[in-house]
C-alpha cells in the first residue's frame, strides 16, 4: 500500500528515550469492535467543564465607555497571513492487556486510544494562498506504563504515555494527551512555516499568525492570534455583554483581559454574512484571543488587524455549513489535513489484524 493510498506521509517516530517511545516485546491488545465515531462500548464520554473567569474589561476603554468600534480603513495588511490548524481522528479504541503469570488469560486490560492527527499551515500572500507545512503523525495514547508502541503495516502509532486523573474519566485524560499533542504539532509546523517564508520576500515581522481554536500552550509565538469561532461560556457583564449582539460587520467590542486557568488579551468581532444583514445577534460572531502580556496598545493594534484581515476570508452559506465563521483557508487546511490523515477504514483493519497477530502464542 502505497503512501498516496494511504494520504499521507507516515508518522514521524520519537526518537528512542523519548517521552512515549515503546520498545522491548510484542504488546499484547485488543480492538474494540465499536466504530469510533460512536464513542465507545464501555460508554465512557467527555464532559465539558466550566471555570469562573477573572475579567478586567478596562484594558482598552473603561466599562462607562464600551462601545461598538469601527475598523479602522488606514490600517496596513500584513504581507503574509498564516493560517494554522490541526486535526485528529480516533482510528480505533483499544484494550492492552496485562499479562497473566505464566502466559495464562489476561486479567486486566486499559482502554487506549489509536489516532491519527496533523497539523499545518495555509500562507496567504500576493493574492493567492499556498499550503507551507504540515506534519502527519500517528500515536497510541494510555495510561498503561508498559505499554509500547503499534507497528501495523499502515504505519506505526507510537506509545504515549499519561498519567490517570481521578479526577477526570480516562476518556477525557486521554482525549487530553491526543490534545496535547496536537498542540505540539501546531506550534512546530507554525515556527516551520514562518521560516520557510522568510525568503520569499515576506520581511520579518511581516505576517499575522492565525490560530484556530483558543491560543493556549501558544501564547509565546510572536503576532499570534487565536480565533475561536463558537461560544460556550459568557465572559461580560450583562450589560457588555448586551454590545456584542449590536455590532455591525467588521466592527469589534473592545479589548479586555479574561483569566481562567490561563490568562489572556480577547474582544469579539462581527464577520460579514453574505446572506445580508445579521439576523441573530450573535451571527457572525466571533472571539478573538491574544496574549495576556502584551502591552494595551499592541493588544489594540492585533484588534484592529483582525478587523483589516479577517472579513475578507469570512465563507458563504452556500460553500460551508459553518458560514460565516469557518474561514476558507482554514476550511481548505482542514480538508486537507484530513485527505491526509489516510484511509480509516485501512487503518482500523490493520490494528484489527495487528490485534490478532500479536495475540497468537509463539
Known amino acids: 500500500m502505497t503512501a498516496?493510498?494511504?494520504?499521507?506521509?507516515?508518522?514521524?517516530?520519537f526518537?528512542?528515550?523519548?517521552?512515549?517511545h515503546g520498545g522491548g516485546g510484542a504488546m499484547r491488545f485488543s480492538v474494540d469492535a465499536w466504530d469510533p465515531s460512536y464513542g465507545t462500548s464501555a460508554e465512557l464520554e467527555d464532559f465539558l467543564s466550566e471555570s469562573a473567569a477573572r475579567v478586567d474589561v478596562n484594558v482598552e476603554l473603561s466599562a462607562g465607555r464600551w462601545r461598538a468600534i469601527d475598523p479602522d480603513p488606514g490600517t496596513p495588511v500584513p504581507p503574509a497571513l498564516l493560517f494554522v490548524d490541526g486535526v485528529r481522528r480516533i482510528d480505533a479504541r483499544v484494550w492492552i492487556h496485562d499479562t497473566a503469570p505464566g502466559g495464562g488469560p489476561a486479567s486486566d486490560a486499559s482502554m487506549g486510544l489509536c489516532a491519527s492527527y496533523a497539523?499545518?499551515?495555509v500562507c496567504c500572500c500576493a493574492q493567492q494562498a499556498h499550503l507551507v507545512r504540515f506534519e502527519t503523525r500517528r500515536g497510541l495514547f494510555?495510561?498503561?506504563s508498559r505499554a509500547g508502541s503499534i507497528v501495523t503495516w499502515a504505519g506505526e502509532y507510537t506509545a504515549s504515555r499519561t498519567a490517570a486523573s481521578k479526577e477526570k474519566p480516562l476518556s477525557v485524560t486521554l482525549s487530553q494527551a491526543l490534545q496535547r499533542r496536537l498542540g505540539d504539532v501546531e506550534v512546530w509546523t507554525a515556527v516551520e512555516a514562518r521560516a520557510a517564508i522568510a525568503g520569499h520576500g515576506v520581511p520579518e515581522g511581516g505576517d499575522l499568525l492565525v490560530i484556530d481554536g483558543p491560543l493556549y500552550g501558544r501564547q509565546h509565538l510572536p503576532r499570534a492570534l487565536g480565533y475561536i469561532k463558537?461560544?460556550?461560556s459568557t465572559y461580560l457583564?450583562?450589560?457588555l455583554n448586551a454590545i456584542v449582539g449590536t455590532l455591525s460587520a467588521g466592527q469589534r467590542t473592545p479589548a479586555f483581559l479574561i483569566g481562567t486557568s490561563w490568562d489572556r488579551h480577547t474582544w469579539y468581532l462581527r464577520l460579514p454574512v453574505a446572506a445580508g444583514p445579521a439576523v441573530a445577534p450573535w451571527a457572525g460572531i466571533v472571539r478573538i484571543e491574544c496574549s495576556a502580556d502584551l502591552p494595551a496598545r499592541e493588544v489594540i493594534a492585533l484588534a484592529g488587524l483582525s478587523q483589516a484581515c479577517l472579513g475578507r476570508f469570512a465563507s458563504a452559506e452556500y460553500k460551508d455549513a459553518r458560514a460565516p465563521q469557518n474561514l476558507y483557508p482554514i476550511a481548505g487546511l482542514e480538508r486537507e489535513l484530513r485527505r491526509r490523515l489516510g484511509d480509516p477504514r485501512l487503518l482500523y483493519r490493520a490494528l484489527r489484524l495487528t490485534a490478532q497477530s500479536a495475540a497468537v502464542p509463539r
Do not use: D, F, K
Open 15 to 20: 526518537p528512542p528515550g523519548a517521552p512515549g
Open 119 to 121: 497539523a499545518g499551515v
Open 237 to 239: 457583564p450583562p450589560e
Open 230 to 232: 463558537s461560544h460556550r
Open 4 to 13: 498516496a493510498v494511504l494520504g499521507g506521509q507516515p508518522a514521524r517516530p
Open 142 to 144: 494510555t495510561v498503561a
